[in-house]
């Protein structure tokens, strides 16, 4: 499996957009990089995934280098409602064909008001 | 739809005892994973199932954990017997296969465990 690295913490005023990095140099060409957000007390929700172009929906922007080796998670305008742990995750495809997903320790981000 | 639900929500148990931890996935979805999270190891993934097949245990900790799926809507984490080194979140998730390359796991809202 491609290896991650994120700070494990950020601040970001609320109404500010809000860029998380995220580094994946070992990624190979068939890995997708993806990301999760843990609310304190609740499960890893899904937020948005990408390949190669970079990637938009309702909750996030997702911007990945032309090398791949690096990604930036964006939220446009922060609210407290954003503050969480968010994982920034490279797929690994195993023998069965199933993308087996691995947490590291993610990044704390604080939304302060 | 639910979502995936678990319980209980939370467990205080004394060393030794034995735990058993419940999951019941979205309906219709064919995969279903056991997670652990602690503050030192963060969240990690112990099994996985397909169409209620065990299909990677290789981040079950030891003996003394189990896991089964007699159904599809249906799964169970067994400790026996527990230890205080035990204690954790413990998540269970659900996705559906898809033919594109990707499919996103939902998480339910975990059952916190404390063993004494």
């Known amino acids: 499996d491609a290896k991650t690295t994120q700070p494990p913490s950020m601040d970001c005023a609320e109404g500010r957009a809000a860029n998380l990095p995220c580094n994946h140099s070992?990624?190979?060409?068939?890995?997708?990089v993806y990301w999760y957000r843990q609310i304190h007390s609740q499960g890893p929700q899904y937020i948005i995934h990408?390949?190669?172009n970079n990637e938009t929906n309702e909750m996030a922007s997702l911007i990945i280098t032309e090398d791949r080796k690096s990604s930036t998670l964006i939220l446009p305008h922060a609210t407290l409602r954003d503050t969480a742990v968010y994982y920034c995750i490279v797929r690994s495809l195993n023998s069965g064909g199933y993308q087996k997903v691995t947490f590291g320790i993610g990044t704390k981000l604080q939304v302060i008001p | 739809d639910a979502g995936v639900i678990q319980s209980p929500r939370h467990e205080v148990t004394e060393m030794g005892q034995e735990v058993t931890l419940r999951c019941k996935p979205i309906?219709?979805?064919?995969?279903l994973f056991w997670y652990r999270q602690t503050m030192m190891r963060g969240l990690e993934l112990l099994i996985y199932f397909n169409n209620n097949v065990p299909i990677d245990d290789s981040g079950m900790p030891e003996d003394r954990f189990s896991a089964k799926m007699p159904n599809a809507s249906f799964s169970t984490l067994k400790i026996q017997p527990s230890e205080p080194r035990d204690s954790a979140v413990y998540f269970c998730?659900?996705?559906?296969?898809?033919?594109?390359?990707?499919?996103?796991?939902?998480f339910g809202p975990g059952t916190r465990l404390t063993v004494l």
């Open positions: 990408g390949l190669k």
């Open positions: 070992t990624i190979s060409g068939n890995e997708y």
């Open positions: 309906s219709g979805h064919d995969y």
């Open positions: 998730a659900s996705s559906l296969q898809r033919r594109s390359s990707y499919n996103e796991q939902f």
